[in-house]
């Protein structure tokens, strides 16, 4: 499956156009990252927890972004993008979206 954050896809002609795609993931947040993140907010830094949380669910969400597009029988996903929300204060929503397609080699 090809993935591109651009509108096109350089060297392919898109033949078909599947539509709207995403994958979603709600992650709740460990207690034990909260109460650090609090503790480091007060004195700055990086909060760690926080961002391997975010960077787990965006995989996550893309890998969900892939089946979904496999599943509709798309070859390729054009303008890739992610979103993220805080979700009712108990975690991060992040939603992978974009443009399912197929495409062939030029």
Same mark, same amino acid.
């Given at each position: 499956?090809?993935?591109?954050?651009?509108? !096109?896809?350089p %060297?392919?002609? $898109?033949? +078909?156009?599947?539509? !709207?795609? *995403? /994958?979603?993931?709600?992650r709740?947040?460990?207690?034990?990252?909260?109460?650090?993140?609090g503790l480091?907010?007060? *004195? /700055? /830094?990086?909060?760690? %927890?926080?961002? @391997?949380?975010?960077? !787990?669910?965006?995989?996550? #969400? &893309?890998?969900?972004l892939?089946? =979904?597009? =496999?599943? +509709?029988g798309?070859? #390729?996903?054009? #303008?890739? &993008?992610?979103? =993220?929300?805080d *979700?009712?204060d108990l %975690?991060? +929503?992040?939603? #992978?979206? %974009?443009?399912a397609?197929? $495409?062939? @080699?030029?």
């Amino acid at each position: 499956m090809v993935v591109s954050t651009m509108n !096109d896809l350089p %060297g392919y002609e $898109v033949v +078909e156009v599947i539509g !709207d795609i *995403f /994958g979603l993931t709600v992650r709740s947040r460990h207690l034990g990252s909260q109460l650090g993140a609090g503790l480091k907010s007060m *004195f /700055g /830094g990086e909060l760690k %927890g926080m961002t @391997k949380m975010l960077q !787990d669910s965006r995989i996550e #969400a &893309r890998e969900r972004l892939l089946e =979904a597009a =496999a599943q +509709e029988g798309a070859n #390729a996903i054009l #303008a890739m &993008r992610f979103d =993220a929300n805080d *979700f009712a204060d108990l %975690g991060q +929503e992040i939603c #992978a979206y %974009g443009t399912a397609v197929r $495409v062939r @080699k030029l």
